[in-house]
C-alpha cells in the first residue's frame, strides 16, 4: 500500500462503496478502510438484507450509479427480488452475493480496500485533516490523504478528527435492531408478516419472557426463501461497547423468544435460526455537522431538486424505543426530495465529508435519509466532491451534479 492518496473513504457499507467508486472515476487515487471482513456494511455484517430508498411508493427508480451497478450484478447472480411494497418501497437480495459483487465493482473501478483494519487516531492540523491512524493485526499504520469521507455509520472518524458531530438528534437517537433468519419454514406455510405479528403480540400479552418488538419487516429471503424479520429492538449507545454489548446478548434472547413462537403457527414447527445479525442494526448514532441540515420541512415537502447532489426517497420511519410500534409519514409529490451537497460538507473541516447516516439531518430527515438506497446516493455525491476538492478543481454543486452524471447517477431535473 502507498501512504498517500487522494482521497481515504473510511467504512465500507454502501455509502463507502459509492463514495469510494464515485472518487475514483472523478480521477482520485482512492483508499477504502473498512473494520469488517466484507464490504457491504449493514448489508453483510449486520443482515439488513433489504436496499430502501432506491424507488417511489409508485416504483420510480430514482437512485442510479452505483447502486444501479450493485442491482444489476445481483440479477446476474439471481440474487435480487423486484421491488416489493412493503410500507414503502424495497429489495429484498442475498447478503453473500453482496459481498461478491462488492468486491468486483471496487476492483473494477481501481479503489484500494483494506479490509480488517480499525481507524483509532486521526491526525488534524488546522481546519484540515491529514491522515488516519489504523491498527491491524502486523501493528498501527498511518495513511495520508487531501480529502476524507466519513462513512462509518458512527462518524468515528470525524470525531477522532475534531470535527463538529453531535450524537442523534434532540438528545435520542432511533433505537436498533437485530436481525434474524429463520431456515425450516416451508415456502407454501403460511406464515407472514401479519401472521408473525399477531403471534408475536398474543404472547406478548401472554407473559412470555424474553420478547419486546412485535412488528416489524417480515420477509422471505431470495433464492433459499428463508423468513427474516427485523423485530428484535434495542435501545442502546452505539458508541459504547459495554451498552451495546448488552444490547447484542438482549437481542440473541428476542430472537430465541421469537423462534419459539414461530414454532407454533402452521408450518413453522422445523423453524430454526439460521443467523442473527451477525451485528445490530444501528439506525442512528453520530452525525457530522454539516454546512447546512437537511430538515423534516424539506423531505416531506420536497421543492425543487436541481441543487441536489443526491436523491431520496424513503419515508420518515421512526423507531422511538423498544417494544414500541413504528411511525410512519409520508412524503409529498413527487414521491422524493433532493440532498444538497453543504449537508454533506463539514461545517469546520473543509476536506471532510459525510456519507451514508452520518449525513446531517434532523430528526425526521435523518429517519429518512438513514436507509442504505439513499446511502448509495450520499455516498457517490460526497466521493465525487472529495476526489474534485482533492485534485484542485472547481467542487461545487453544479460541477460535482456534472461530474455525477458522467458516472450515471441520472439526477433529476
Not at 448489508?43 to 416504483?59: A, E, P
Not at 406464515?191 to 398474543?202: G, H, N, P, Q, Y
Request: hydrophobic share 40%; charged share 20%; with cysteine.
Amino acid at each position: 500500500m502507498v501512504e498517500h492518496y487522494d482521497v481515504i473513504v473510511a467504512g465500507g457499507g454502501s455509502a463507502g462503496i459509492a463514495a469510494a467508486i464515485g472518487a475514483r472515476r472523478a480521477g482520485a487515487r482512492v483508499l477504502l478502510i473498512e473494520r469488517g471482513a466484507c464490504l457491504g456494511g449493514a448489508s453483510t455484517l449486520r443482515g439488513v438484507v433489504t436496499y430502501c430508498g432506491l424507488y417511489t411508493l409508485d416504483l420510480e427508480q430514482v437512485v442510479f450509479g452505483v447502486a444501479e451497478e450493485m442491482l444489476v450484478g445481483l440479477r446476474e447472480l439471481g440474487a435480487v427480488t423486484e421491488p416489493r411494497k412493503f410500507k414503502a418501497v424495497a429489495v429484498v437480495f442475498d447478503p453473500e452475493a453482496v459481498k461478491r459483487v462488492a468486491d468486483e465493482l471496487c476492483e473494477r473501478a481501481g479503489v484500494e480496500v483494506l479490509l480488517h483494519t480499525t481507524i483509532y487516531g486521526a491526525v488534524r492540523s488546522g481546519e484540515q485533516i491529514t491522515a488516519v491512524q489504523v491498527t491491524d493485526h502486523s501493528g498501527v499504520h498511518e495513511y495520508t490523504a487531501e480529502t476524507f469521507v466519513d462513512a462509518t455509520g458512527e462518524a468515528d472518524l470525524a470525531h477522532l478528527g475534531g470535527a463538529q458531530v453531535r450524537y442523534g438528534n434532540d438528545g435520542k437517537v432511533l433505537n436498533g435492531t437485530l436481525s434474524v433468519r429463520f431456515g425450516g419454514v416451508p415456502a407454501d406455510a403460511p406464515i407472514t408478516r401479519e401472521t408473525v405479528s399477531a403471534a408475536l403480540r398474543a404472547a406478548k400479552d401472554a407473559g412470555m419472557p424474553g420478547l419486546s418488538g412485535t412488528t416489524g419487516l417480515i420477509t422471505r429471503m431470495p433464492v433459499s426463501g428463508d423468513l427474516i424479520t427485523y423485530v428484535a429492538d434495542e435501545e442502546y449507545d452505539a458508541r459504547s461497547a459495554a451498552d451495546t454489548s448488552r444490547a447484542e446478548r438482549g437481542g440473541r434472547v428476542q430472537a430465541q423468544a421469537c423462534l419459539q413462537v414461530i414454532r407454533t403457527l402452521p408450518g413453522g414447527a422445523s423453524a430454526y435460526i439460521v443467523s442473527t445479525g451477525p451485528e445490530l442494526g444501528t439506525r442512528e448514532s453520530r452525525h457530522l455537522i454539516g454546512r447546512t441540515q437537511l430538515t423534516e420541512k424539506q423531505v416531506l415537502h420536497p421543492g425543487p431538486v436541481t441543487d441536489a447532489v443526491a436523491i431520496g426517497a424513503w419515508p420518515i420511519e421512526t423507531h422511538p424505543g423498544p417494544g414500541l410500534p413504528l411511525e410512519w409519514t409520508y412524503l409529498a409529490e413527487p414521491g422524493y426530495y433532493g440532498i444538497p451537497l453543504d449537508v454533506l460538507r463539514s461545517r469546520d473541516t473543509p476536506n471532510l465529508f459525510a456519507a451514508g447516516r452520518t449525513v446531517d439531518g434532523d430528526r425526521g430527515a435523518g429517519a429518512s435519509l438513514r436507509v442504505m438506497g439513499t446511502a448509495f446516493a450520499t455516498g457517490q455525491a460526497a466521493g465525487v466532491a472529495a476526489a474534485l476538492t482533492a485534485l484542485g478543481l472547481d467542487a461545487e454543486t453544479a460541477a460535482v451534479r456534472a461530474e455525477l452524471k458522467r458516472q450515471d447517477a441520472r439526477l433529476p431535473d
